[in-house]
Nanobody, 120 residues
């Protein structure tokens, strides 16, 4: 069993910055893909940014140039640095991890979500 715990959300003015963190804990696992998703009221959950275990990154077009995803494999932690925030970035942000157990089975895990609110 793996738990993902997010932190770093909050209220910020447009143009400001926030840094989200997500720590994975548990035993006997390795992590392949880690990503950040977001869900605004009345909208579907969407991928914001993802990063593979090898460091390959991908971003939603709406955040390219403003957000940066990174990870520390030794700490099983993924970060999302969000700069130049816009009101349309307001959403609940969720951490996601593609976990590989020692058995070789793969599981997807989600964090509880952290609210990001950008005021205009």
């Amino acid at each position: 069993q793996v738990q993902l715990v997010e932190s770093g959300g909050g209220l910020v003015q447009a143009g400001g910055s926030l840094r989200l963190s997500c720590v994975a804990s548990g035993s006997r696992f390795s992590i392949n893909f880690m990503g950040w998703y977001r869900q605004a009221p009345g909208k579907q959950r969407e991928l914001v940014a993802g990063i593979s275990s090898g460091g390959t990154r991908n971003y939603a077009n709406s955040v390219k140039g403003r957000f940066t995803i990174s990870r520390d494999n030794a700490k099983n932690t993924v970060y999302l640095q969000m700069n130049s925030l816009k009101p349309e970035d307001t959403a609940v942000y969720y951490c996601n991890a593609d976990v590989i157990a020692l058995s070789g089975s793969r599981y997807g895990y989600w964090g509880q979500g952290t609210q990001v609110t950008v005021s205009s």
